[in-house]
Every structure is written in structure tokens, then in C-alpha cells.
């Protein structure tokens, strides 16, 4: 289809009277799809696939969509009303026989020869053949089928629930245990790591006052605590008690300690927050180490936290 808004105006009025009548008609079709055939409908695809070659702006493509939507509900109850030979098409029976097909169902007379009459036997511990039927449906389509291909089980077999009684649980009083008592001097009550480490790296920034970032952060005895020193100094960051810039000749990243902004900086203009995310990974802690060589920590060896297993609570 191609896009002409300059269409003759009375060829665009045809073509949308012709699909007015058409929409009306697959209407009328929706409500009794059984009174009509089969080839009456497959003219009216072709009348409209002939009628498309005209549509060239989007309000008789619309029409188009409608009718061909309209036209293909009512193929569909056709097709759902199909009958199968003399009945209509049993779900439960195709999926029998097509147990039987893959050996889910054995015949009698395979198993015993001597017996007169053969008898299904529900053989339910073999499995099913699905590459005896895949040869079949090779010969239809080559298609690889999706995993909602198949609706359901094979299985047309209602379990039923068996009724079981319940043995009464007899407990024994000796057994019980009763909740461990939580009492207030059983709860230790932890500091604050955080908020006292970022005290102690206000005071070592003070002391400092301009200081490259790595040389600050990085602890090249410890990779663990040279991202907690990130962490911790971000905080500073958040509230303005540390500014950072790039150096004008080393282009190094400079952080100082500096008075924290007040509201009327904020409300003025003058200021404004900014969020950076930093990524501090293992190789870029290596690489720091050799570039600014760095031989001790600023920020000092913190102690190994130790988890205490004396069993008490903490809050």
C-alpha cells in the first residue's frame, strides 16, 4: 500500500461506500455463521483482497481491518461447529487412540497369544513412543513445535482422592520445650559502625585538606575496607562537607573538606544536587595502587569484624 493523501476524492468515496456495505454484511454473518458456505466467504477475501489495491489512506485501511476482523470470527465458528465424520470431533477419543498409537494402551492378544478374545490393558508404567507419532507428523509439517503446542495432559483418567483418616498425634508432655525468654540485659546493643567511621574520616580529611581520592580511599592492604572508605566518604559528599574537582594539569581527582551549604545557597540557585554512581571493582583497586603508588592506608586498618556466638540477641 502505498501513502497518497492527494487520492481523488470520489474514488476514496467509492471505496469507503464499498467497504461500508461489505462491514455490514460480515456483521449480519457474525450472528449466523452456520447460513453461509464455506466458498461464499472465501469470495468475499478475494472481493476485498481486489477492493485493498484502491485503499491508500489509513481511514480505508481501518475499514479494512474491521470487515477481514468481523470475517474471521465468523470462520471460526465454522470451524469450532466442523463435524468429523457422522459426530462431532471427541477430544477424549482422539486422545485414547493416540495413547494406543504410541504403546501407552497394550492389546491383549500382543501379550498372550493363547486368549480367544483381545482386551485392552492399560499398561500405565510404559512410556509413551512420541518418536513413533513424530514420524507421522513429519510427514504433514516440519515445523518444530512450541512448548504450549500440546493442551494438557495425555492422561484422560480422573484421579480420584482417597479418603484417609488421620492417626492422632499424641504428644508427649516431657517432649515440650517452651520459647527461649528474651530479657533486657540479654540484648546487646551494637554501635553504629557507620556513623562512626564517618566521623573518623572527617577528622583525617581535616587534617589532609587537598588530597587525591585514591591516595584517600584506597587501602592497599585491603580491598574490602577500601570500598567501605568509599561508602563512608560519600556520605561526607551527600552533605556537603567535601568537595570534589579535577585538577587543572593532573587531572586528578582532588577532594577537600569544606563548610557544609546552607538552604539559602540551595534556594538562591547557586547550588545544585548532583548524583554520580563510582564503580569500585578489584581491578581498578589494583590498578590505583601502581598508578599513585600507593605503600600505606591514610584511612587506618580497621579490626576484623567478629561475630559473637555466645548465643545472646543483638538489636
Same mark, same amino acid.
Given at each position: @500500500? /502505498?501513502?497518497?493523501? +492527494?487520492?481523488d476524492a470520489e474514488e476514496k468515496r467509492e471505496v469507503r461506500k464499498k467497504y461500508r456495505a461489505m462491514q455490514k454484511i460480515t456483521e449480519d454473518q457474525r450472528v449466523q455463521p452456520k447460513d453461509y458456505s464455506a466458498e461464499l466467504l472465501f469470495n468475499q477475501v478475494h472481493d476485498m483482497n481486489v477492493l485493498f489495491n484502491k485503499v491508500k489512506n489509513p481511514q480505508e485501511a481501518t475499514l479494512d481491518s474491521n470487515a477481514l476482523l468481523n470475517m474471521s470470527s465468523t470462520t471460526a465458528a465454522k470451524a469450532r461447529a466442523m463435524k468429523s465424520?457422522?459426530?462431532?470431533? +471427541? !477430544? +477424549? +477419543? =482422539? /486422545? &485414547?487412540?493416540? !495413547?494406543? =498409537? @504410541?504403546?501407552?494402551v497394550k492389546i491383549m492378544d500382543q501379550r498372550h497369544a493363547d486368549d480367544s478374545e483381545p482386551e485392552e490393558v492399560n499398561d500405565g508404567d510404559a512410556p509413551l513412543d512420541w518418536e513413533k507419532i513424530g514420524r507421522k507428523a513429519l510427514a504433514k509439517s516440519r515445523r518444530v513445535p512450541t512448548t504450549d503446542f500440546m493442551l494438557g495432559p495425555l492422561s484422560i483418567q480422573q484421579a480420584t482422592r482417597k479418603q484417609t483418616k488421620r492417626a492422632r498425634l499424641e504428644k508427649n508432655k516431657e517432649d515440650e520445650t517452651k520459647p527461649q525468654e528474651i530479657r533486657e540485659n540479654d540484648i546487646t546493643r551494637s554501635e553504629n559502625e557507620t556513623t562512626k567511621n564517618v566521623a573518623e574520616i572527617t577528622k583525617l580529611l581535616i587534617d589532609q585538606q587537598s588530597i587525591n581520592l585514591f591516595h584517600f580511599i584506597i587501602n592497599p592492604n585491603d580491598f574490602a575496607q577500601s570500598v567501605e572508605n568509599l561508602f563512608h566518604l560519600s556520605f561526607l559528599i551527600r552533605d556537603g562537607l567535601c568537595a570534589m574537582e579535577l585538577d587543572e594539569e593532573t587531572q586528578e581527582p582532588m577532594i577537600w573538606a569544606c563548610e557544609a551549604? &546552607? /538552604?539559602t545557597d540551595y534556594d538562591s540557585g547557586q547550588l545544585q544536587k548532583r548524583q554520580h554512581v563510582m564503580e569500585l571493582d578489584m581491578a581498578t583497586w589494583r590498578r590505583a595502587i601502581e598508578v599513585f603508588d600507593i605503600k600505606q592506608p591514610i584511612i587506618p586498618q580497621r579490626p576484623v569484624y567478629k561475630q559473637d556466638t555466645s548465643g545472646k540477641w543483638y538489636g
Open positions: @500500500m /502505498v501513502y497518497d493523501p +492527494d487520492q465424520g457422522q459426530g462431532a470431533f +471427541d !477430544i +477424549d +477419543d =482422539f /486422545v &485414547s487412540k493416540l !495413547i494406543t =498409537f @504410541m504403546g501407552g551549604p &546552607s /538552604v
